[in-house]
């Protein structure tokens, strides 16, 4: 270990000695105490009593690599928006956009419009806010790549191809309409090749019932055939780079059969979400997974410490919209909504849709539904859907819809809703679980309705200081190393001699993920919840350079953009 750094020769840059912190590494050993030393983007010492120009005080702190956090959305964001707010605040410094399927590349300027309006439905983003903040300077993904390297992120940042715009970009209007033929099925895979050699962390797809189009119907990528998954899984796995995103699994793709694929495929599948239900399919899921890993699949489920919560206005309620009676709504007017709204016939038929079964779309959980915005109610604002219609001697769905078209808009009444992962000694089962890893924060998307990109410090603060479900070492594994070898992040996620210095400073006894608050401050004044106020969070350092003190993004650090495109290292096969 260093003890003067200048006379060991890194004299000629300057040296930052973060000092006194407990040193967490990554790798899942015991935190020490100790000093991590800084220069030229690189760690150049961890010990005691190290030298250097500049010194920072983490007495009382946790310094630890920085997290990575492998599912955003960050696609649109990162060209307005470099530090990927809300995500820098929460100890994040590189992220992982393209899931699910929803790049926004490769796109033909004819096919931009429908790409931002698939984007609006499945992801809550606003198509004006696309149009104003998307410099449209490209076509394929490479092109997109570069576009991204040209302008620069404060944050480090990776991309998955995806299949929604990949089959649009070959099939056109019919990528939502049939399957693919040979030839387009080989086209899709020669752009997933390409992509892969330009860098993309991977290929990514869905398969989930919540996600439909700009038309109400499946998305592109639901569309595909059990032929073309394959193929572009395989055309992926040829290059030997990256991982395989899947959101979901359909009739052509099960489960477990994705377990087994991927031991043929040779490279990692994370797959999306692996979370808590009221009808218990978890346990199912896990079980498949577990023994999945005793055969030797490398299989990722993604879990989360947050239940997954919406908050939802009744133009756009994301997850009733997965009822295929709703659905139809999606690609109608404002009024055709509001009258199918009145109408107790159409009712009934949402009702019938639900009792059907899976096909009937996710059935409300009414007994966590709550007001949390009303114009023409603001009485009402906190209250329960289920004790509002027990007083009113209705029931809560009728009372939602009556509720809304008395607004003067559909967007003047706002619910909470909780879809999954509220059962809180299986999602700790899930933590813990091995082979699991830590994903689904959504960051960039659903930007109105939900804001995860606390994940880290949700984790860190609950489960780890209150519950004690995982050690500080455990978590903070998960959150860096796990992360980076998954993806083949070479260089980063430990803190060792010679590694990136992407590094997080934070307070273990404070660290918190801070209120939500709703702003305006996304191109065309599009609103979003962001949660940028975390607790206990003090510096972080991307590729050495000092982006957050003292809890306050650095100016210069923003202007000076010192993120870079992370590509995933090939692997050994």
Same mark, same amino acid.
């Given at each position: 270990? @260093?003890?003067?750094?200048?006379?060991?020769?890194?004299?000629?840059?300057?040296?930052?000695?973060?000092?006194?912190?407990?040193?967490?590494?990554?790798?899942?050993?015991?935190?020490?105490?100790?000093?991590?030393?800084?220069?030229?983007?690189?760690?150049?010492?961890?010990?005691?009593?190290?030298?250097?120009?500049?010194?920072?005080?983490?007495?009382?702190?946790?310094?630890?690599?920085?997290?990575?956090?492998?599912?955003?959305?960050?696609?649109?964001?990162?060209?307005?928006?470099?530090?990927?707010?809300?995500?820098?605040?929460?100890?994040?410094?590189?992220?992982?956009?393209?899931?699910?399927?929803?790049?926004?590349?490769?796109?033909?300027?004819?096919?931009?419009?429908?790409?931002?309006?698939?984007?609006?439905?499945?992801?809550?983003?606003?198509?004006?806010?696309?149009?104003?903040?998307?410099?449209?300077?490209?076509?394929?993904?490479?092109?997109?790549?570069?576009?991204?390297?040209?302008?620069?992120?404060?944050?480090?940042?990776?991309?998955?191809?995806?299949?929604?715009?990949?089959?649009?970009?070959? @099939?056109?209007?019919?990528?939502?309409?049939?399957?693919?033929?040979?030839?387009?099925?080989?086209? =899709?895979?020669?752009?997933?090749?390409?992509? @892969?050699?330009?860098?993309?962390?991977?290929?990514?797809?869905?398969?989930?019932?919540?996600?439909?189009?700009?038309?109400?119907?499946?998305?592109?990528?639901?569309?595909?055939?059990?032929?073309?998954?394959?193929?572009?899984?395989?055309?992926?796995?040829?290059?030997?780079?990256?991982?395989?995103?899947?959101?979901?699994?359909?009739?052509?793709?099960?489960?477990?059969?994705?377990?087994?694929?991927?031991?043929?495929?040779?490279?990692?599948?994370?797959?999306?979400?692996?979370?808590?239900?009221?009808?218990?399919?978890?346990?199912?899921?896990?079980?498949?997974?577990?023994?999945?890993?005793?055969?030797?699949?490398?299989?990722?489920?993604?879990?989360?410490?947050?239940?997954?919560?919406?908050?939802?206005?009744?133009?756009?309620?994301?997850?009733?919209?997965?009822?295929?009676?709703?659905?139809?709504? =999606?690609?109608?007017?404002?009024?055709?909504?509001?009258?199918?709204?009145?109408?107790?016939?159409?009712?009934?038929?949402?009702?019938?849709?639900?009792?059907?079964?899976?096909?009937?779309?996710?059935?409300?959980?009414?007994?966590?539904?709550?007001?949390?915005?009303?114009?023409?109610?603001?009485?009402?604002?906190?209250?329960?859907?289920?004790?509002?219609?027990?007083?009113?001697?209705?029931?809560?769905?009728?009372?939602?819809?009556?509720?809304?078209?008395?607004?003067?808009?559909?967007?003047?009444?706002?619910?909470?809703?909780?879809?999954?992962?509220?059962?809180?000694?299986?999602?700790?089962?899930?933590?813990?679980?091995?082979?699991?890893?830590?994903?689904?924060?959504?960051?960039?998307?659903?930007?109105?309705?939900?804001?995860?990109?606390?994940?880290?410090?949700?984790?860190?603060?609950?489960?780890?200081?209150?519950?004690?479900?995982?050690?500080?070492?455990?978590?903070?594994?998960?959150?860096?190393?796990?992360?980076?070898?998954?993806?083949?992040?070479?260089?980063?996620?430990?803190?060792?001699?010679?590694?990136?210095?992407?590094?997080?400073?934070?307070?273990?006894?404070?660290?918190?993920?801070?209120?939500?608050?709703?702003?305006?401050?996304?191109?065309?004044?599009?609103?979003?919840?962001?949660?940028?106020?975390?607790?206990? @969070?003090?510096?972080?350092?991307?590729?050495?350079?000092?982006?957050?003190?003292?809890?306050?993004?650095?100016?210069?650090?923003?202007?000076?953009?010192?993120?870079?495109?992370?590509?995933?290292?090939?692997?050994?096969?």
């Amino acid at each position: 270990m @260093m003890e003067e750094l200048h006379e060991e020769g890194v004299d000629m840059a300057e040296v930052t000695v973060l000092r006194g912190g407990t040193i967490v590494d990554g790798t899942g050993a015991p935190g020490v105490r100790g000093d991590v030393a800084i220069s030229e983007g690189k760690i150049v010492g961890i010990g005691t009593d190290l030298h250097g120009d500049r010194s920072i005080d983490a007495s009382g702190c946790v310094v630890a690599p920085g997290f990575i956090d492998i599912h955003t959305h960050y696609d649109a964001q990162v060209f307005w928006d470099p530090a990927l707010t809300p995500s820098c605040f929460h100890g994040v410094t590189t992220v992982v956009a393209g899931n699910c399927g929803f790049s926004i590349a490769p796109t033909e300027p004819d096919r931009r419009e429908l790409i931002a309006h698939t984007l609006e439905k499945v992801e809550d983003m606003d198509p004006e806010s696309l149009a104003a903040g998307i410099p449209w300077d490209f076509t394929t993904f490479p092109e997109y790549l570069a576009s991204i390297q040209r302008r620069g992120t404060v944050l480090n940042y990776a991309a998955y191809i995806g299949h929604t715009p990949l089959r649009i970009y070959v @099939m056109g209007d019919e990528a939502s309409a049939r399957t693919a033929t040979q030839d387009e099925i080989d086209e =899709m895979a020669r752009l997933v090749r390409e992509a @892969m050699d330009a860098g993309a962390a991977g290929f990514a797809t869905s398969f989930a019932i919540t996600h439909l189009g700009a038309d109400g119907k499946p998305i592109p990528s639901r569309w595909a055939n059990r032929a073309e998954i394959e193929a572009l899984l395989r055309a992926q796995a040829e290059t030997g780079r990256g991982v395989i995103g899947i959101n979901g699994v359909n009739d052509e793709l099960h489960f477990d059969q994705l377990y087994e694929l991927q031991r043929e495929l040779g490279i990692p599948v994370t797959w999306t979400a692996l979370l808590t239900t009221a009808q218990g399919t978890h346990h199912k899921a896990l079980a498949i997974h577990r023994q999945g890993r005793e055969q030797g699949s490398a299989v990722f489920p993604q879990v989360s410490p947050r239940p997954l919560t919406f908050s939802m206005n009744l133009l756009e309620p994301f997850t009733l919209n997965t009822n295929p009676v709703f659905a139809e709504l =999606m690609a109608g007017s404002v009024e055709d909504r509001v009258r199918a709204y009145r109408d107790p016939a159409w009712r009934q038929r949402v009702r019938d849709a639900w009792a059907s079964g899976p096909q009937g779309g996710l059935p409300p959980r009414w007994e966590t539904y709550e007001v949390m915005e009303s114009t023409a109610h603001a009485d009402l604002i906190g209250r329960k859907l289920v004790d509002l219609a027990a007083e009113r001697g209705t029931d809560p769905f009728d009372l939602l819809l009556d509720l809304a078209v008395e607004e003067p808009t559909l967007k003047d009444i706002r619910v909470k809703a909780v879809v999954a992962n509220d059962h809180e000694e299986d999602v700790a089962t899930l933590l813990r679980e091995d082979g699991c890893t830590l994903g689904l924060s959504d960051a960039g998307a659903h930007v109105s309705q939900l804001c995860d990109a606390p994940l880290a410090t949700d984790l860190l603060g609950k489960w780890v200081r209150e519950k004690g479900v995982l050690s500080l070492e455990q978590a903070i594994h998960k959150l860096t190393q796990v992360q980076a070898e998954l993806f083949g992040f070479a260089g980063r996620g430990v803190l060792e001699e010679g590694y990136v210095a992407d590094i997080v400073v934070f307070d273990p006894d404070t660290v918190a993920p801070g209120p939500l608050r709703r702003v305006h401050d996304f191109p065309a004044g599009a609103e979003r919840l962001t949660a940028d106020q975390p607790e206990g @969070m003090r510096h972080l350092f991307v590729n050495g350079t000092q982006v957050m003190a003292d809890g306050e993004l650095v100016p210069a650090a923003v202007s000076a953009r010192p993120g870079t495109l992370v590509r995933p290292a090939p692997r050994h096969r």
